[in-house]
């Protein structure tokens, strides 16, 4: 009877590890806000911006959001957009007002494919910039490849004129 049991106990525990898939490498928390442009999609080195640096009684907080988007740069490398999007999301669930942030989502909705969402997400990213012509030039940039996939040709170009407006 002991032997069935033990028999019956691996075969389970086989199976369960025949089941699951193996751990993903996940990039080390970093303190700090630099991140790395030579994995991103082309076109969207811009996108990689500093992360704003927090005030000291949000540095906990802000620290949470420096590891979420080390993980969805990590995801966007392995091609996992559905997860890249997921975890922008949770880090603006902790900093709302974080325009680069937005910016990110919007870029990782026009490559799902999400046009009309990642057009409004930089509009969004634009509300929230404070004046920063940089994030608002690639978020116009953005904007008028949006609207390129939407054949909307006249709005794009518009776009394209204020993405160059903010550059200088």
Not at 48 to 59: F, K, L, Q, T, Y
Not at 115 to 130: D, H, M, R
Request: charged share 25%.
């Amino acid at each position: 009877m002991v032997t069935i049991k033990r028999a019956f106990f691996l075969l389970i525990l086989l199976l369960g590890a025949c089941s699951t898939r193996p751990p993903s490498q996940l990039p080390p928390v970093v303190e700090g806000g630099s991140q790395s442009t030579e994995s991103l999609p082309p076109g969207e080195e811009a996108a990689a911006a500093p992360v704003i640096e927090a005030s000291p009684e949000n540095r906990a907080s802000q620290g949470a959001v420096v590891a979420l988007l080390d993980r969805a740069d990590h995801y966007q490398r392995l091609g996992d957009n559905d997860s890249a999007s997921a975890t922008l999301e949770r880090a603006l669930r902790i900093d709302p007002r974080n325009a680069q942030l937005w910016h990110r989502l919007a870029a990782v909705r026009l490559q799902q494919g999400k046009v009309a969402q990642a057009e409004q997400l930089a509009f969004k990213s634009n509300t929230l910039s404070g004046g920063d012509k940089s994030l608002q030039a690639r978020n116009w940039a953005l904007v008028a490849r949006a609207r390129w996939a939407q054949d909307d040709a006249a709005g794009a170009r518009t776009a394209e004129r204020k993405a160059a407006e903010a550059r200088r």
